[in-house]
C-alpha cells in the first residue's frame, strides 16, 4: 500500500524541534580570535567537539571552526542509533586484505568505543534520552537469515555481545511488519536525541575552555616549519597542530582528503504524532530497527514514543524532499500499511562518508590529523574517533587505535566527486529486488 504524500511539512530536522529553544552553541565574534593555538580544529561536529573537550581538559589551548552553523551537518542529522556496528565493517572483505586478527580487533575496539560513549553521556550526566533499548535487525531475504545468525555467532566468539534469534513466527514480538524472514535482537544496542548530544558536547567543550567559531570556514592551512598557519576569510591564527574532522563536509583545501571518502547523502522523515497503539504496532518494543537490504533503511520511535522516524538514502547527491520523502515514505508504507494514512511532520537530509574499504580512518597525513569516515555509524564512531585524535596529539599511549592500522586509500582519478553513484544504486536496487 503506498502512502498519501503530502507537501505539507518542515523541511528541516525533527530534532531541531527539541534543541532549538536553548541553543546556545554560537560563536565567538572573530575578533576575539586569538593570534595562536595549541590546536585548531576543522569540523565542528561530533568528532570535533570530542576532541576538544580532550585537548582542552588537558590543558591547550583550542580553536574549532565550523563552516556552517554548529550542529547543521550529520551530528544534529542522523537517526540517532547507538551500537557498535559491527556489520559496518565488511569483515569477509577486510579479513582477505588484512587477516583474522586484525579485524578481530577491530570488533574488539568497535564494543570499546560504544560502552565508551554510553559510559561518557551518564558521567558527564548529558541529556540526550539515552536509552539501551536493543536493536531489530530484519532479514530482508529468506536466504539472508541464515548469514544474520552465523555473523552474530562470530562475533560471540570475539566478544561478550549477546544476540537473540527470531525466527520468522515469533518476529511479530519484535515488528509489526510480515516483510521480514526472522532476524536478530541486540539487546544491548542503544539510542539517543543527537541534537542533544551535540548540545550538551558543545556545553562542555565551552565549559573547560575550548573557542567554538561557527559560519567560518578554513581558506587555507600552511605548514610553516613546525607550525600551522591557518586562514579563515581575512583572519589568521597559527597552531601547533591541525585535526581535519569535516567527514561528509570535506572541501575547500582539503583534497587529499575529499579524493577518499564518498560522500553518500542519507534522508529521514518523522511522522506526525500518532498514538501509542500505533506505535507499538510498528515497534511492540520501542526498539531501534533495520535490515539486510543492500539499500538499507533504519527506523525507530522518537525519544517520547509518539513519533516514527524512518531513514535511508537520498536517491540523490542533493537536497531534494520532494524525491526523497515520497521514496522513503512508501518504503515505510510497503513495510507498515498502517502507516499509509500517517502524515509527515518533519523531512530533512544531511551527508554522511563512506571509505572504499567500508572502514573508518584516523591518522597524519601532511602533518595534519584526521578522524572521518565512519559510513554511517558515526553517532559512536566520530565521538570515539575524535577523543582518539586528541590523544595522539597529545602523544599518549591511550590514543593508538587498531583503525590507524589501515591504510587511507584512494582509487585512480578520483577527485571526490562519486560519479558512479547512480549505478551502483541501481545495481544495488535490483540485487535487493532478486535476494541477493
Request: aromatic share 12%.
Amino acid at each position: 500500500m503506498l502512502a498519501k504524500h503530502s507537501s505539507n511539512y518542515i523541511h528541516a530536522p525533527y530534532w531541531q524541534a527539541a534543541i532549538a529553544p536553548k541553543k546556545t552553541e554560537a560563536s565567538i565574534n572573530h575578533r576575539d580570535l586569538p593570534k595562536r593555538a595549541d590546536t585548531v580544529i576543522v569540523g565542528g561536529g561530533y568528532t570535533g567537539i570530542s576532541a576538544a573537550i580532550t585537548l582542552a581538559r588537558a590543558g591547550q589551548k583550542v580553536v574549532v571552526f565550523e563552516a556552517d552553523a554548529f550542529g547543521n551537518g550529520a551530528s544534529s542529522r542522523n537517526g540517532g542509533m547507538l551500537g557498535p556496528s559491527f556489520s559496518k565493517l565488511g569483515e569477509n572483505g577486510l579479513e582477505r586484505q588484512y587477516g583474522r586478527e586484525q579485524v578481530h580487533a577491530t570488533i574488539r575496539e568497535s564494543l570499546a568505543a560504544f560502552n565508551w560513549l554510553v559510559d561518557f553521556i551518564r558521567n558527564e550526566q548529558i541529556d540526550c534520552d539515552l536509552q539501551i533499548c536493543g536493536r531489530f535487525r530484519g532479514a530482508s531475504h529468506p536466504a539472508h537469515y541464515a548469514g544474520l545468525i552465523e555473523q552474530a555467532s562470530e562475533i560471540a566468539k570475539i566478544v561478550d555481545f549477546p544476540a537473540i534469534e527470531i525466527s520468522r513466527t515469533q518476529q511479530g514480538d519484535e515488528v509489526g511488519s510480515n516483510a521480514y524472514y526472522g532476524g536478530v535482537v541486540y539487546p544491548t544496542d542503544g539510542a539517543v536525541h543527537p541534537a542533544k548530544l551535540f548540545h550538551g558536547l558543545c556545553e562542555i567543550a565551552k565549559r573547560d575552555g575550548a573557542l567554538l567559531f561557527d559560519h567560518s570556514p578554513v581558506r587555507q592551512v600552511i605548514k610553516n616549519n613546525s607550525q600551522f598557519n591557518i586562514s579563515i576569510d581575512d583572519k589568521k591564527i597559527t597552531a601547533d597542530h591541525v585535526i581535519i574532522a569535516t567527514n561528509g563536509y570535506t572541501g575547500g583545501p582539503f583534497g587529499k582528503f575529499k579524493r577518499r571518502l564518498i560522500p553518500i547523502r542519507s534522508a529521514m522523515i518523522a511522522t506526525e504524532e500518532l498514538p501509542e497503539s500505533v506505535i507499538r504496532s510498528v515497534s511492540p518494543k520501542l526498539r531501534c530497527h533495520g535490515s539486510t537490504e543492500r539499500l538499507s533503511v533504519y527506523y525507530r520511535p522518537s525519544p517520547d514514543g509518539k513519533r516514527i522516524l524512518f531513514g535511508g538514502r537520498s536517491l540523490g547527491y542533493g537536497d531534494c524532499p520532494q524525491i526523497y520523502h515520497k521514496y522513503l515514505q512508501d518504503f515505510m508504507t510497503r513495510l507498515f500499511p498502517q502507516l499509509s494514512n500517517a502524515k509527515l511532520d518533519y523531512v530533512w537530509s544531511g551527508k554522511i562518508a563512506y571509505t572504499f574499504d567500508h572502514v573508518p580512518h584516523i591518522g597524519v597525513m601532511d602533518g595534519m590529523h584526521y578522524a572521518m569516515g565512519y559510513c554511517g555509524s558515526g553517532v559512536g564512531r566520530a565521538n570515539y574517533f575524535g577523543r582518539k585524535i586528541a590523544q595522539k596529539v597529545l602523544d599518549q599511549a591511550e590514543g593508538y587505535t587498531i583503525f590507524e592500522e589501515f591504510p587511507f586509500k584512494t582509487r585512480p582519478f578520483y577527485t571526490g566527486h562519486p560519479w558512479f553513484l547512480p549505478a551502483i544504486m541501481k545495481w544495488h536496487s535490483l540485487a535487493d529486488r532478486l535476494g541477493f
